[in-house]
């Protein structure tokens, strides 16, 4: 399962104080809450209250209204090519996310939002490296075509790490790692899911971290991969049962008679 990402504004010391509560809030899964710190008065503004509530969405199959209505502010209130962009880029998001979960099919308006954002976005611009992540995540999961997705994603780790988007970055490493062992290249599966897991563990994105112990997991031997695996549900129930696909993955294997 594929998720989403987002610039980590807060991240790091010396941030501003409501950036660094808004990241800490979006990162144990209380996205409505830190919507609600991001009043949408600037074009910025609306785009990163849009963005929360649409990780939301991906997280949780929850939300899509609110979504919807954050989005059609951001767009309202874009004025420049790179804000009009990032809003395109964000409909794409939303509409990939409604697909993905079988909410409904907007498989096509979210390949037209993300090509209209790819021609507003510059190559080279900071937003541009999170187009092409979620350009991959459509072609891997959407479209079914391996080798598009890891083109894109390998844009888009030049990209985040260009921007010094260590959030972005975990992303990748996390994507480029899937197709890897999808691909049976177990070892390179195991060192891009393990640096995902440890720059998530460092920007404390806790609801990233039983994903990424969970897909860590699948590249390990016994007893480490049980170990992790029970980590990863140990986090999934501290958050609620987010993000909500990863129960499947995290299901006890049946009885055997």
Same mark, same amino acid.
């Given at each position: 399962m594929a998720h989403t990402a987002m610039s980590g504004y807060g991240t790091t010391a010396g941030d501003d104080p409501l950036q660094t509560a808004v990241w800490r809030l979006r990162?144990?899964?209380?996205?409505?809450?830190?919507?609600?710190?991001?009043?949408?008065? @600037?074009?910025?503004?609306?785009?990163?209250?849009?963005?929360?509530?649409?990780?939301?969405?991906l997280y949780t199959e929850q939300g899509w209204e609110e979504a919807e209505d954050a989005?059609?502010?951001?767009?309202?209130?874009?004025?420049?090519?790179?804000?009009?962009?990032?809003?395109?880029?964000?409909?794409?998001?939303?509409?990939?996310?409604?697909?993905?979960?079988?909410?409904?099919?907007? @498989?096509?308006?979210?390949?037209?939002?993300?090509?209209?954002?790819?021609?507003?976005?510059?190559?080279?611009?900071?937003?541009?490296?999170?187009?092409d992540f979620r350009r991959g995540l459509l072609a891997e999961n959407l479209a079914d075509a391996p080798q598009a997705a890891r083109a894109a994603y390998r844009r888009a780790h030049a990209g985040a790490t260009a921007h010094d988007d260590l959030l972005l970055q975990s992303f990748t490493w996390r994507h480029l790692a899937g197709?890897?062992?999808?691909?049976?290249?177990?070892?390179?599966?195991?060192?891009?899911?393990?640096?995902?897991?440890?720059?998530?563990?460092?920007?404390?994105?806790?609801?990233?971290?039983?994903?990424?112990?969970?897909?860590l997991a699948d590249t390990e031997?016994?007893?480490?991969?049980?170990?992790?695996?029970?980590?990863?549900?140990?986090?999934?129930?501290?958050l609620g049962g987010v993000p909500t696909w990863l129960a499947r993955q995290l299901a006890p294997p049946a009885a055997t008679a």
């Open positions: 990162s144990r899964a209380c996205w409505v809450d830190a919507a609600a710190l991001v009043e949408p008065v @600037s074009p910025r503004a609306a785009l990163q209250r849009t963005a929360l509530l649409v990780e939301r969405c989005l059609r502010t951001a767009e309202a209130q874009a004025r420049t090519d790179d804000e009009r962009g990032a809003a395109a880029c964000e409909r794409g998001q939303l509409a990939y996310a409604a697909t993905l979960l079988g909410v409904r099919d907007r @498989s096509d308006e979210a390949r037209a939002a993300l090509g209209r954002a790819a021609a507003l976005i510059a190559p080279g611009a900071p937003g541009r490296a999170l187009l197709l890897a062992l999808r691909e049976g290249e177990l070892a390179e599966a195991r060192h891009g899911f393990a640096e995902s897991l440890r720059i998530r563990e460092e920007l404390g994105y806790l609801v990233g971290t039983a994903p990424a112990l969970a897909s031997p016994e007893p480490e991969a049980s170990r992790l695996r029970e980590e990863a549900r140990r986090l999934f129930r501290l």
